[in-house]
């Protein structure tokens, strides 16, 4: 079993917050193959939907276009590029990395992340590069007019450059921007694999923009549709690399049921209906206590309140320039929203509301 290609697709697109119009393009081409009407919020957030028509109420799935990343900030006399970080990122994971800026045309200019070897730290007083404000990407120009002249220029996103790999057992993948192509890749999936005669509700499947600045493209995008329901799908980070947790997330332990995060405390009844329906199906899951928050935290607060989840994909090493994940993971995230959404009628709605 592997990923449909349009995961791959995905991932090796650029699209920092702001930036996200490469992914956008490619998640409207196919959207529109297997959707009834799409809508657009102003902010760039794209959904399509199937049984619009259908007396049933609205649910919403989606994940998050935008990668971490960085921006241009400014270009040194000497041809080096200052950087900004677009997200949360650890700052010194990016020394001696591959990066790449996408100039206006949509073309990369290839660079590394300049940092200092050994040799020039023996003394004790000089010390590593450590902060963003202080890291210069190094793109092989020779002087300031030479990086004008490979079409650099300040407010142009940064991105990693991706070394997409499948692991020896054939059953991980490794791959920039799994936060949170997976997740829009997943509504996609979703869309293509879904018997609209089979789920009692209207399905608008999507992606929201900016997520990783502040859960903006989920405040109007749920504005604009008013979904009865909300699905986040999102990668989640494994601590399993470093410590045993019960709550820190394993790589192929199955979806993450994310029971809290400092900004949603999932609503109880929501919690009992995804175990309910995981363990009806047989699907395994795993719950997962995030010190971060998803657009599940924002489209909660919609008009009068939003019944909302966050499905996690399981993820090693997020917001960096690389992340792993586990294909056992992929099934359980589809089983069971597939499994949710065929049981989300008015009556069940009504039912998850009434148990908190």
Known sequence: MMLKQHYRDLVELPGVAGCEKYVRKYVKTELIKV????????????????NENKPGPKVMIAGH?????AMVSGITEKGFIKMIPIGSIN????????????????????????????HMLRDGVSKQVSEFEDFLLDIGADSRQHVSQLGVKIGQMI?????YTITKDGKKIISKAWDDRFGVGMAIDILQSVNKAEIPCQLYCGANVQEEVGLRGATTSSQMIKPDLFIAVDCSPCADTFEESEIGGTLGGGFMIRFYDPRCIMHQGMREFIETTAKKSNIKYQYYKSGGGTDAAQVQLTDDGVLVCTIGMP????????????????????????????????RKIDEIKANV
């Open 91 to 118: 700052a010194p994971i990016l020394l001696s990395q591959h990066l790449d800026i996408v100039v206006d045309d949509g073309s990369t200019v290839p660079g590394v992340v300049a940092s200092k070897p050994p």
């Open 159 to 163: 991105v990693p450059h991706n070394n």
């Open 35 to 50: 959707s009834e009407a799409i809508y657009q919020d102003k902010l760039g957030s794209i959904f399509g939907v199937i």
């Open 65 to 69: 276009m935008d990668e971490v990343g």
């Open 315 to 346: 993820a090693r090493y997020i917001h960096s320039t690389t992340s792993m994940i586990h294909l056992d993971d992929y099934e359980a995230v589809k089983a069971v929203i597939i499994a949710m959404i065929k049981e989300l009628d008015f």
